[in-house]
DNA sequence: CTTTGTGATTGTTACGTTTTAATCGAGGCG
DNA sequence: CGCCTCGATTAAAACGTAACAATCACAAAG
C-alpha cells in the first residue's frame, strides 16, 4: 500500500521535491553533499520513481516497444535478444508484443504501444502498411523496420537481403541436381516469404530453367506443425518434387520430419533446405542445410539506431542497412 | 506531436471530459445516442488514451509483468503464449522481461515493473527470495509463481512436480537397463534442477541403487551449447555414464550433438533423456525421449489466477496448482 | 403545484513527477 | 561596502486522466 513519493524523500532529506527530482535525472546539477544525502533518503525509504507520472509529465517514457511476427520462431528470440541487451545497456526497458501473423493482433500491440507512449517501436510488420507506421510517427513516436527493408528514405531499416538469401537456397539446391523444385511457404503477405521466392525464380532463370516450373505449396502459418502438414499434403498429391525449399527453418524441421515418417529419404530421395539457420538446425535428424542471418546483430543495430533517433532527432540521420545472409551446407541437402 | 486528449474529445463531441472518461471505462453508464457521439469524435480525432496518466490516476495499470529465466527456451515461449492469450483476453498487455538466469537483471526487470506500476507479476524466479518478492507485494502489486512451487500459503503459484518428473525419468532409464548414471545439470540455484535431481535420487533408492551414485556434471546454464560442453567435458575425462538424464531439453539437444560427433551412439553406447518436451525434442537427429509439462496450460492458469486476484482481492482465495508431468518415450533411450 | 426520485452529465480535485523561472547565499571585484 | 555573478535550491505550474460529489432535466407520485 506504502506508495512513497517524492515527496517523502524530500520531507526526509530536508531538500525540495525539485531537488529529488533533479537527483534522478541530473545527479551532476546538486551538490555532492544533498545528493548522498537524498540518495540514502531514497534508499531507506525504499522509493521507487512512478514511471507513469514521470511519463506523463515529461511527454515520453523510457521504454520501447518491439513487435515480432512469432515469438516461437527462436529467429525472433534472437533478435529480441539483441534488443534488449542494446535497450537495457542504455537504460531502457522493452515491451515485447507478439503478432502471431494476426495482423489484428499487430494493431492491437501497436495500440498499447501508443497508449503507453513508448519512446520508439521495432517493428517487423506482417504486411505492408505504410499508414499504420505513418499514424505512429505522428504521434511522435519513432519507427525502425526490422527484417524489413526501407520503403523509403525517411526511415530506419535493418534488413537481411532476402532474394540473395532465396537465390543461394535455390543455387545450391540445383547445384546438387535437382530435377524438379518445391518452395514451401507462409502467407502471401509476408515480405520475406515474397523475396525469398523472388529469389528462387531468379536462381532457376540464371540456370536456364523456367522460374513457373517452381511448385509453391503456401501454408497459413510458418511452423514446425504448418511444415509437417504440407509434408503430407505433398505425400497425398503425389507431387513431392525432388528439392525442397522452405521458407523458414520451422517448416523444414517440420517437413523433415513428415518426410521421415513417411519413409521418404533426406536427401536421397527429396534435398531438403531451410532458411534462418536456428540453433536447431544444425541438431535435427538429418542436420539441415540453411541460410544463415546476423540474427541478434540485427537486433542490436536496429536498436541503436531506434535509441540514436530518439535521443537526437534532429542531427539523426536515418539509414537503411542490408546485411547479407551466407549459406550454410549440411547434411539435408545433396 | 498532436497530443489529442480527452479534453478535445470532449469538445468535438460537446460532452465534459468526464463524459468521455465514463465512456472509457464504464460505457454502461452513459446514454447510448451521447456514447456513440463520443466514439465518433474518438475515432475522427484518432484519440488514444494516455495510459500514464490513467495509471498515475487510477492508482495501478492495466499491464502486467512476466519474467522468465530464458526466452530462448522453447519451454518458455510456449508458457509466454498462454500468459499473453489470458492477459489480451481481458484486456491486459504483458510486459516481458527475460532475466538470462541473471539474479541482476531479474531484480532490473523486477524494478522496471515496479516504476511501471504492473497491476501484477508472474515469475519464475532464478532463485530463493522471498524477499523481494514481498517487496513487490507491499507495494500492491499481486505475484504468482510460474513454474515454481508456494513456499507459502498465502500465495498463488501454479507449478509441475519436477519430483515426480526426475523420478520418472531416471526410472525409465533403469528399466533400460542403465549402469552408471549421469545428470547434467544447471545452475545449483534453480529450484527446477534441485527437484528434479532430488526425483533422480529417489528412482535410484527405488531400485535399490546407491543415490550416490549419480554423477552430476553442473553447467552455468541451461542451453544447447553448455550441453555441448558437458558431451565435451564427460568425453574428456573418459566417464561418460551410460545413462544420461538432462535437465532440460536444450542441455539434452546439446549432448545429443556433442555425443554423435564424437562418434557415441545414442541409445547403443549412451541412452539419453531430457526434459521438457519441446517441439524440436521429437525432431532431433536422434529424437528425443523427453518429460512432458502441459506448458501453454501453465501460463494461462498462472494469468488466470493473476487477474482474479487483481481484480478481486477481497474474495480471492490463494491457490497452489501443481501439475503433473508424462514420460514421452522416444529413440534416445534403450 | 410541489416533492421526490432517477438517470445522465458535469465540475473539480488529486495522482507524482518534471520543468521553468525565481530565489537564495556566497564569494569576487571594484 | 555595495554590486554582480554564479551555482545551488526552491516554488509553482503543468501533464491527461479517473473518481466523486454535485447538478441538472424530467417524469412520476403525492
Avoid: W
Amino acid at each position: 500500500m506504502s506508495t512513497v513519493s517524492i515527496k517523502d524523500v524530500a520531507a526526509r532529506a530536508g531538500v525540495s521535491p525539485g531537488t529529488v527530482s533533479n537527483v534522478l535525472n541530473r545527479p551532476e546539477k546538486v551538490a555532492d553533499s544533498t545528493r548522498t544525502r537524498v540518495e540514502s533518503a531514497i534508499r531507506e525509504l525504499g522509493f521507487v520513481r512512478h514511471g507513469s507520472a514521470s511519463t506523463l509529465r515529461a511527454g515520453h517514457s523510457r521504454t520501447v516497444g518491439l513487435s515480432v511476427i512469432d515469438i516461437g520462431n527462436p529467429f525472433f528470440t534472437d533478435v529480441a535478444a539483441g534488443v534488449e541487451d542494446v535497450a537495457s545497456e542504455r537504460g531502457y526497458a522493452v515491451i515485447l508484443g507478439n503478432s502471431s501473423g494476426s495482423r489484428m493482433k499487430e494493431e492491437r500491440n501497436l495500440l498499447v504501444f501508443a497508449e503507453q507512449r513508448v519512446r520508439g517501436v521495432l517493428i517487423t510488420p506482417s504486411d505492408e502498411d505504410p499508414q499504420r507506421l505513418d499514424q505512429l510517427r505522428a504521434r511522435g513516436i519513432c519507427v525502425v523496420l526490422v527484417d524489413h527493408p526501407a520503403e523509403r528514405s525517411d526511415q530506419c531499416a535493418v534488413a537481411v537481403n532476402d532474394v540473395t538469401g532465396g537465390s543461394m537456397a535455390v543455387a545450391h539446391l540445383l547445384e546438387g541436381g535437382a530435377g524438379s523444385l518445391g518452395f514451401v511457404t507462409g502467407p502471401a503477405t509476408i515480405r520475406q516469404c515474397q523475396d525469398r521466392r523472388r529469389g528462387a525464380e531468379q536462381a532457376m532463370a540464371a540456370a536456364g530453367r523456367d522460374p513457373r516450373e517452381l511448385r509453391e505449396v503456401a501454408m497459413p502459418a510458418m511452423t514446425a506443425k504448418a511444415g509437417q502438414q504440407a509434408a503430407e499434403k505433398l505425400l497425398a498429391d503425389g507431387s513431392m518434387p525432388d528439392a525442397l525449399f522452405c521458407a523458414n527453418d520451422l517448416l523444414a524441421l517440420g517437413m523433415l520430419r513428415g518426410l521421415l515418417q513417411a519413409g521418404v529419404r533426406v536427401p536421397h530421395d527429396v534435398s531438403l533446405i531451410g532458411y534462418d539457420d536456428i540453433d536447431f538446425a544444425s541438431a535435427s535428424t538429418v542436420s539441415l542445410t540453411s541460410i544463415r542471418q546476423p540474427t541478434y546483430q540485427l537486433g542490436r543495430v536496429a536498436t541503436d539506431l531506434l535509441l540514436d533517433e530518439c535521443d537526437n532527432p534532429d542531427t539523426h540521420a536515418h539509414q537503411q542497412i542490408m546485411f547479407q545472409p551466407d549459406l550454410v551446407v549440411r547434411e539435408s541437402t545433396r
